[in-house]
């Protein structure tokens, strides 16, 4: 298991997919930290 593997994590990020090991980043996670930013 490792790079290959479409299965594992590491799999997913050298593939550049997503799924239940690895979910894609929320949107409204995003949206928060670019506030915070500004109202810096």
């Known amino acids: ?3 290959g593997d479409r299965k ?3 799999g997913k990020l ?3 997919s997503y799924g239940v ?3 894609k980043p929320s949107t409204i996670n995003r949206n928060k930290r670019k ?4 109202d810096k």
């Open 35 to 38: 506030e915070a930013v500004k």
């Open 8 to 10: 594992t994590r590491r």
């Open 14 to 16: 050298f593939m550049g």
């Open 21 to 23: 090991r690895r979910p």
């Open 1 to 3: 298991m490792g790079k």
